[in-house]
């Protein structure tokens, strides 16, 4: 990593709580009936436990595997299928890969057959989700039907804990609220007087989410900073994604002429980000974060940054980055993370499936040889990685929350 282009500013203390932050369209379903290939008892076992089940001793080595990896169309998620298709090159024919439609949240059955499908393949032996959008849990009770033995790896879910964690067999997401807690300071060493929050009620009934926000609020208060919600359009409702996107570029002067150019923004939506960063670095105005941290994140379309022949390199988009803010005379006040959160769940659920399936690992769920796979795909970044915990405080083994240094462009 080229840290000579950049300094960067060390977060806050970060604590286990969770991002899927930045789901375009998903939304909070009610789980599923557990199957009996998932949970020895169903309905009395805790999260975690049914995706854990036979998951003790040691892993065997597999013959013949494929992995499979699905993940949304390039108008959904550009950075996932990017490293989707950056794991095909690396492997060849033991990846296999699919996408879920544009409108998952109407076309669930389309989301489930995709998988099934996907799953029919007997040399398919785990299948790595990212990002793991609303009917994904349903998909994996589907899938386990015929095929009990799939190993599922599912990156920033569009469902809440208590949902996916007992379906799938490792959960990988961003600490949303730790980033609540560690986006105040870091907005405030920015210059930042006020934070506009844009989210809108969907996004609003999601429990990480709410405990961003909530951390926001808390955060902000104790940095000198005034936190200021703002309801957006619902990118899924009537005036879809354009009509979303619109509202942004036109609020964004609104607020900046109200609270003056000393103000962060911060959207909980993916499509929104791209016309956000745009207007931000027209009104000269202050930006530290995605709701999916990343130096690809809606930075390149908003910038007009080419990416030909780069497409997964960071470095490059580091220092096209540093490129942009130097020339908008934006120095301080532009950060992201140096990884790209959703390509690294990718990459990391492939390397360490394929670690498990060629019996590297102590059963499906290794703590330690997770942690060392994440780290190794992070390369120089320093990843912070911590267990979701639920309201009482309990640790769900499963569920991993991963947090990453700032890297501000001066």
């Given amino acids: 990593m080229k840290k000579r282009l950049v300094s960067f500013a060390l977060a806050a203390a970060m604590i286990a709580s969770t991002l899927a932050g930045c789901r375009g369209a998903e939304q909070a379903t009610e789980a599923p009936e557990t199957t009996t290939a998932q949970a020895a008892e169903a309905g ?90 609303p009917g994904t849990a349903a998909a994996i009770d589907k899938v386990r039907e015929t095929r009990p033995d799939m190993i599922f790896i599912c990156g920033t879910p569009g469902e809440d804990p208590g949902v996916i964690n007992p379906k799938a067999d490792i959960v990988l997401q961003v600490d949303e609220p730790g980033c609540g807690i560690v986006i105040p300071p870091q907005a405030a060493k920015q210059g930042a007087k006020t934070m506009i929050h844009y989210s809108f009620p969907r996004h609003m009934s999601y429990a990480l989410i709410v405990a961003r926000h909530e951390n926001l609020r808390k955060y902000c208060a104790e940095n000198g900073i005034e936190l200021v919600d703002v309801t957006a359009p ?15 570029l036109e609020d964004v002067p609104r607020q900046i002429e109200k609270y003056g150019p000393d103000t962060v923004f911060f959207t909980t939506n993916c499509g929104m980000q791209e016309p956000l960063i745009r207007s931000v670095f027209e009104n000269k105005a202050i930006y530290t974060l995605q709701c999916c941290p990343s130096p690809f994140h809606a930075f390149p379309a908003a910038l007009n940054i080419d990416m030909s022949g780069h497409e997964a390199d960071v470095d490059y988009m580091l220092e096209q980055l540093q490129a942009k803010v130097t020339e908008a005379g934006m120095g301080g006040r532009v950060s992201t993370w140096a990884v790209p959160c959703n390509m690294l769940f990718v990459e990391a659920g492939v390397e ?44 769900k083994e499963n569920h991993y929350l991963v947090m990453a240094d700032f890297i501000t462009f001066e």
């Fill in 44 to 133: 009395d076992e805790t999260e975690g436990e049914a995706a854990a089940e036979g998951a003790e001793g040691e892993a065997q080595a597999t013959e013949n595997f494929k992995i499979g990896i699905i993940t949304g169309t390039a108008s959904q998620g550009d950075e996932e299928i990017t490293q989707a298709n950056k794991m095909k090159e690396k492997y060849g024919d033991m990846i296999v890969t699919a996408t879920y439609p544009d409108n998952f949240s109407t076309e669930t059955e389309t989301v489930i057959s995709n998988a099934v499908a996907m799953a029919s393949d007997p040399d398919v032996k785990a299948i790595v989700w990212c990002q793991a959008i």
């Fill in 234 to 248: 619902d990118p899924t409702g009537d005036s879809g994604v354009t009509g979303a996107q619109q509202f942004i």
């Fill in 352 to 395: 360490y499936a394929k670690k498990v399936l060629e019996g590297q690992t102590d059963g499906v769920l290794d703590d330690a040889v997770l942690r060392e796979t994440i780290q190794e795909c992070a390369g120089d970044v320093e990843m912070t990685v911590d267990y979701y915990k639920d309201d009482e405080g309990n640790a």
